[in-house]
Each structure stands twice: as C-alpha cells, then as structure tokens.
C-alpha cells in the first residue's frame, strides 16, 4: 500500500508526495505532473510545509526528511525528528502543532545542538473526556489528520471501534506546538 499525501506550499502549488515521486497538480491542463523522484519508496506518512520547506514523517525509527521548495533539494536527518509517525501534524501560527503520540530527542541530541533549535510550548487545549480519548487511543486503523482553517486548528480522527460513541464532559488535553529550525 502507498501512502499519498497532499499539501500545498508557499507557492500556492499543490503538491502529492507517494509512489516514490512528487507531483504537482496543474490547474490549466486538470492533471498532475511529476515533479521529482522521492529519495527512496518507503511510503511517508505525513507532511507539513514549514517555511518553504516540505518536512516529511517517514516513522519513528526512519529519518525525518524535507524537501526544499526552492532549491529543490531533499535534506535528511540521522534521527526521527517526530516520534510516532501517526501523529497529526500542521503548520499553524508559525509553529508546527503536534497532536497525539509523543516526541523525543536521542540522548545525543547535544551534539545536534548547534544546527537544531527545539523545543515545545502548550498555547491551546482541546476538551475531551475519558471516554473521547479511550475512543482515539483504542481506534483500530487510526488516521489522524491536522488542518488549518481560517485561525483554528482542526485534528481530525478516524477509524473503526466497536462499542458507542463517546459524549463530551469537559475534560481537558493540551496540543503541543513546536518551533523547529532546521539549520
């Protein structure tokens, strides 16, 4: 199975990253065109566009990698950036939000110090109850999904689960938010 994943870019282009290559979608002639071939064919499982560049989640044993909108150029790092490649990631109020899973950095991560500047604030919560997070951590074939709409964050999860659905009472998660300089 390939994963694809769109996403537009600060070029206002739409990009399709899956089956080993990119692709952009041409609105003049309705069809996508290839643009490059990806570093190799696993399949990625998310993406988010950061500052011009395109940053790709393979999992979370693989490397994280990005793609330069305009050099056109791949970069990869040694380490997974995000941990838990079934998180939802978007770009929205110039941070890259994170929703379920978890992040960490090697125990090495001082030696990346001078060219990754990391870390994390908590700037929104999202209300859920017990039985709304047993519902998304127990969902078999999960897919989370983060968008951006207008100044609101959307996380969006779907899947299958046998049993009734979950009714809201107020309790109360964070999203996490992230700067990533990747230097």
Request: aromatic fraction near 14%; glycine fraction near 8%; proline fraction near 4%.
């Amino acid at each position: 199975m390939v994963i694809m994943k769109l996403t537009s870019n600060a070029s206002n282009n739409i990009l399709m990253f899956g089956s080993g290559q990119v692709s952009r979608f041409d609105f003049d002639k309705i069809r996508w065109i290839k643009v490059l071939d990806m570093p190799n064919s696993k399949e990625y499982h998310n993406t988010v566009c950061f500052n011009s560049y395109v940053y790709i989640v393979v999992d979370e044993v693989s490397a994280t990698i990005r793609y330069g909108e305009r050099d056109g150029q791949w970069q990869r790092r040694r380490w997974a950036i995000f941990e838990d490649y079934e998180s939802a990631i978007c770009q929205y109020d110039d941070k890259i939000m994170k929703a379920g899973g978890s992040t960490s950095l090697p125990d090495s991560y001082g030696h990346f110090a001078p060219k990754l500047n990391y870390y994390f604030r908590t700037k929104y919560i999202m209300k859920l109850t017990n039985s709304q997070k047993n519902f998304i951590t127990t969902t078999g074939n999960g897919v989370r999904i983060a968008i951006q709409w207008g100044f609101v964050p959307f996380v969006v999860y779907l899947g299958m689960k046998n049993g009734p659905d979950p009714l809201p009472n107020g309790e109360v998660i964070p999203i996490t938010f992230m700067n990533l300089l990747w230097g």
